[in-house]
């Protein structure tokens, strides 16, 4: 069965963008972008919220055609076009570069999503997340803590009433300073 994966930069102070949605603060060097693209190469799909999916389709369709972009950044551009994406939004009427709306998060359809053959899918975007994590749809977090306060910002995990048990996976450190922090659900007895 495939997982769903929480994957997030974050600041040391745990926000994963600024006050007023900045992320330059990122410290995404070619080591990382490429360690990235591993990553993602394989999943089965992306599932993000509106905005995420409008950032993206904003940049990464056609990032590859500018030269200035080469290495890492254009092969993500490629990985981005041809992966299947799921967008959860209930004002979005339409969208490309292989991708299908979805109006709400129905468990039985992630369920049903989940059994199918293929890559993990990975999911992006706080607010889509917060839908996840209230019920209960989450199988691993890949969390990239980036060595920098911000001070404010919006914190990737919405308050919750109920504690969720994780078991570290992996750590990774990049030369960059970013630490990987890759934690499964515990297993439920």
Known sequence: MRKIIFMMSVSLDGYFEGPNREIDWHLVDDELHRHLNEQLRGMGAFLSGRITYELMADYWP??????????PVAEFAAIWREMPKIVYSRTLERADWNTTVARDVVV???????????????????????????????????IYVHPVL?????????DADTRTALRLEETRIFGNGVVLLRYGRQVRG
């Open 150 to 158: 911000i001070g404010r910002g919006r914190a990737p995990f919405p």
């Open 62 to 71: 056609t990032a590859d055609a500018d030269p200035a972009n080469s290495g």
């Open 108 to 142: 039985e359809e992630v369920a049903e999503l989940k059994a199918r053959p293929g890559g993990d899918l990975v999911l992006g975007g706080a607010d889509l997340a917060a839908s996840f994590l209230r019920h209960d749809l989450v199988d691993e977090y890949r």
